[in-house]
């Protein structure tokens, strides 16, 4: 088993320390050298009656049951509306991050679900918590690899998710769209394999990815999608949409989609929180779209995609937009059914 303790932990992690310690503040708890996990609001909420996931609004899943977590913790993106610490607003370099020897797939689903376990246990003597969730949130039947970083970094994802497969753990994939020869390899599909589409033309691309390789290009993303649109799963298109920036151009959004073919895409409003805030990444509080912007948007992206308008989640700030009937209908997942 790979958990560490804090003391343990530095000395075997690759993360630098002063990176590790503020993670560890903000909540990130680190398994081996490379992976995270971090409780999720909704796992939280969810287990005292409070509001679940838009996962559970549009496809089922028990938010309760669900880790939130990351195989690799260093990206090549410098996004400017992700809510996460970014390595290089803390003086570090995201590839001294996923340097080195990487841990193996079965330690690491070992160790991220002890540590989950770990992380839920004081929930127990809450009186407010359901007993009922609280028996399950120990059986988790979800994990989403999109706490932070870029997961197709890890070298050993298809053994990765055949390993949670192998529990009856759905998985939930998110990726950025820059490693397009890692997608090629994957043999074994997430439940859902997302990828985050970050703007719907070059200018903008550059202006709020911030690139930090070659990798990572508008036509690289491009080419990604090309290959994305093949892969034999539930395909998903995740869009973080910021007033003034990226909440425009519904016909670019509409081309992307008909190059990717996702089964669905998720209009989601972007929120000022977090690494957000950093008055370096040029964004404000005015800049999240209210419940109509986010709406009236996916209505005109839904108009030129020809997908459908399906959902809304209140709580999330997110819309769906699926392909058509078929996948509306289909969307429910039937993992981890009590």
């Known amino acids: 088993m790979i958990v560490m303790t804090d003391s343990k932990m530095e000395r075997m992690t690759r993360v ?6 503020k993670m560890r503040k903000q909540g990130y708890h680190f398994v081996g050298k490379h ?6 609001g909704y796992t939280k ?3 005292t009656g409070g509001h679940a996931c838009y996962k559970n609004t549009f496809y089922g899943i028990q938010s309760w049951r669900c880790i939130q977590s990351t195989p690799a913790i260093g990206c090549n993106l410098s996004c400017s509306f992700c809510w996460r610490i970014i390595p ?22 070992d160790g991220l679900i002890k540590e989950h376990r770990r992380i839920i246990s004081g929930y127990k003597g809450n009186k407010k918590v359901d007993r009922s969730r609280w028996e399950k949130i120990n059986d988790p039947a979800h994990v989403a690899l ?12 298809n053994e990765l998710l055949l390993e949670f497969h192998k529990r009856k753990i759905s998985t939930f994939l998110v990726t950025n769209g820059t490693m397009l020869n890692a997608l090629k390899m994957l043999t074994v599909m997430p439940t859902q394999l997302y990828v985050s589409v970050q703007a719907p033309n070059r200018e903008l691309y550059e202006r709020i990815t911030r690139p930090k390789s070659l990798n990572a290009s508008w036509e690289g993303f491009n080419r990604f999608l090309n290959v994305f649109s093949g892969m034999y799963t539930r395909r998903v298109f995740r869009l973080t949409l910021i007033k003034g920036l990226n909440l425009i151009d519904a016909e670019g959004y509409a081309e992307l989609i008909k190059r990717g073919k996702p089964h669905y895409v998720e209009l989601k409003g972007f929120v ?15 800049q999240m779209p209210v419940k109509d912007d986010i709406l009236e948007f996916a209505e005109r992206v839904a108009t030129c995609s020809g997908y459908i308008l399906t959902e809304y989640d209140k709580n999330s700030k997110v819309a769906l937009l699926s392909a058509d009937k078929s996948a509306a209908g289909n969307r429910f997942l039937h993992f981890g059914k009590e």
Do not use: H, Q
Not at 16 to 21: D, E, F
Not at 88 to 109: F, L, Q, R, T
Not at 272 to 286: C, F, H, Q
């Open 88 to 109: 290089e607003e803390e003086g570090y370099k995201w590839n001294e991050i996923n340097a080195g020897e990487w841990d193996e797939p079965s330690a690491i689903v």
């Open 146 to 157: 999109s706490l932070t970083g870029e997961p197709l970094f890890y070298p050993k994802m």
């Open 45 to 47: 909420s969810s287990m």
């Open 35 to 40: 992976s995270a996990t971090k409780i999720c």
């Open 272 to 286: 000022y929180v977090g690494g957000a805030r950093n008055p370096k990444r040029n964004l404000s509080y005015d």
């Open 16 to 21: 630098p320390a002063g990176l590790a310690a």
